[in-house]
T-cell receptor
Framework: DSGVTQTPKHLITATGQRVTLRCSPRSGDLSVYWYQQSLDQGLQFLIH???????AKGNILERFSAQQFPDLHSELNLSSLELGDSALYFC?????????????FGPGTRLTVL | GDSVTQMEGPVTLSEEAFLTINCTYTATGYPSLFWYVQYPGEGLQLLLKATKADDKGSNKGFEATYRKETTSFHLEKGSVQVSDSAVYFC?????????????FGKGTHLIIQP
């Protein structure tokens, strides 16, 4: 158990809909990262938040957005969903977001878009 | 851009065999290097890491040495067990202000037969 929690574990929805994925980092960690894992694209970094502020964006679509709240939990919002958005979405946390810091991964949310 | 290349497999070995999974990287700066492991149905777990040239990361019998001259971080284990069957990901982080996420290779599926 990494100490990172994600909800829900599974999500099934339809094209065009909007969903919210939630992540709680390990106690004491200030950085939260979001990743997408799909068969064709592999594991891709989406976005990084540090202590409530956006620090970096990776391959995140404009239909996707995220935020980190004062209690440090984070939400990833996916809108206008397409079939190709079906994937595993992982959240990871680290102490301070430095490049030598270990990122601890949650169990993931499996999103299925029908 | 930054990238990681690793053999995709599947790699099938007998129990107690010697394991090598090759990983090479391309980076514009001086990255930190990681190996993560993903067991079926689970999130990623850090296996080992190295943050500067010639560092050796080790854990659970696995080792990898950061080789700047060959831009490599090959994973080795002297005697594999059935329980080592999993997908192994090589990854790097590179500071673009200390905020970038992990860049992953495509993963190597390892199967250990009794």
């Amino acid at each position: 158990d990494s100490g990172v929690t994600q909800t829900p574990k599974h999500l099934i929805t339809a094209t065009g809909q909007r969903v919210t994925l939630r992540c709680s980092p390990r106690s004491g960690d200030l950085s939260v990262y979001w990743y997408q894992q799909s068969l064709d694209q592999g594991l891709q970094f989406l976005i990084h938040y540090y202590n409530g502020e956006e620090r970096a964006k990776g391959n995140i679509l404009e239909r996707f957005s995220a935020q980190q709240f004062p209690d440090l939990h984070s939400e990833l919002n996916l809108s206008s969903l397409e079939l190709g958005d079906s994937a595993l979405y992982f959240c990871a946390s680290s102490v301070a977001g430095g490049i030598t810091d270990t990122q601890y991964f949650g169990p993931g949310t499996r999103l299925t878009v029908l | 851009g930054d990238s990681v290349t690793q053999m995709e497999g599947p790699v099938t070995l007998s129990e107690e065999a010697f394991l090598t999974i090759n990983c090479t990287y391309t980076a514009t700066g001086y990255p930190s290097l990681f190996w993560y492991v993903q067991y079926p149905g689970e999130g990623l777990q850090l296996l080992l890491k190295a943050t500067k040239a010639d560092d050796k990361g080790s854990n659970k019998g696995f080792e990898a040495t950061y080789r700047k001259e060959t831009t490599s971080f090959h994973l080795e284990k002297g005697s594999v067990q059935v329980s080592d069957s999993a997908v192994y990901f090589c990854a790097l982080t590179l500071s673009g202000g200390g905020a970038d996420g992990l860049t992953f290779g495509k993963g190597t599926h390892l199967i250990i037969q009794p």
